[in-house]
């Protein structure tokens, strides 16, 4: 079966500047999560989607970050404007099952420097 | 959410065994343990998931003892391409929580 796609692969923007990434997870998975990746760390969890409502946001700066999941399929993650701190590598990922405990299925992330 | 502690780096040859272990000393009544790898510039992929005692799948197997306050971690013969970083996670239904995990390196 197909993975969970993710594009752009790689990004470089300047500060203050906007930008998006798109991910499509695998057909008929119905929880999609967005993580943001700082070199050397753990992935940290920064919105959960259930179908196309918000299960979890509790970690995503709403000041600059929005992200949504129309139709309940795709979802765009977006940053504006951006800052120095934003670079990393943005992963999406997707689970057939809603809870913690079902395996998630991860993208190949979209790498983001700032500069 | 439970706290997992697990060795920053690790460093095996070809053809060996190598044990991973994790120490979640307040783990939930709820939390399973659950690990998952790492490769570079690529997203996680989950390897094994359990509750108590022992599972064992087509990759790896978890070792849990009946106090659950630890964890391992067991690859066997390892190869070139089990260099990644490995997640040691004590989830629930709570989302997941990332510590920076164990680097594995696999030299010839």
């Known amino acids: 079966e197909a993975g969970v796609a993710q594009s752009p692969r790689y990004k470089i923007i300047e500060k203050r500047q906007s930008v998006a990434f798109w991910c499509n997870p695998i057909s008929g998975h119905a929880t999609l999560y967005w993580y943001q990746q700082i070199l050397g760390q753990g992935p940290k969890l920064l919105i959960q989607?259930?179908?196309?409502?918000?299960?979890?946001d509790s970690q995503l700066p709403k000041d600059r970050f929005s992200a949504e999941r129309l139709k309940g399929v795709d979802s765009t993650l977006k940053i504006q404007p951006a800052k120095l701190e934003d670079s990393a590598v943005y992963l999406c990922a997707s689970s057939f099952e809603a809870g913690a405990l079902g395996e998630q299925y991860f993208g190949p992330g979209t790498r983001l420097t700032v500069t | 959410l439970a706290k997992t502690t697990q060795p920053i780096s690790m460093d095996s040859y070809e053809g060996q065994e190598v044990n991973i272990t994790c120490s979640h000393n307040?783990?939930?009544?709820?939390?399973?343990i659950t690990w998952y790898q790492q490769f570079p510039s690529q997203g996680p992929r989950f390897i094994i998931q359990g509750y108590k005692t022992k599972v064992t799948n087509e990759v790896a197997s978890l070792f849990i003892p009946a106090d659950r306050k630890s964890s391992t971690l067991s690859l066997p013969r390892v190869s070139l391409s089990d260099t990644a970083v490995y997640y040691c996670?004590?989830?629930?239904?709570?989302?997941?929580?990332f510590g920076t995990g164990t680097r594995l390196l696999v030299s010839p």
């Open positions: 989607f259930q179908n196309n409502g918000v299960v979890d």
């Open positions: 996670l004590a989830i629930g239904f709570q989302k997941l929580v």
């Open positions: 307040n783990i939930a009544t709820n939390d399973y």
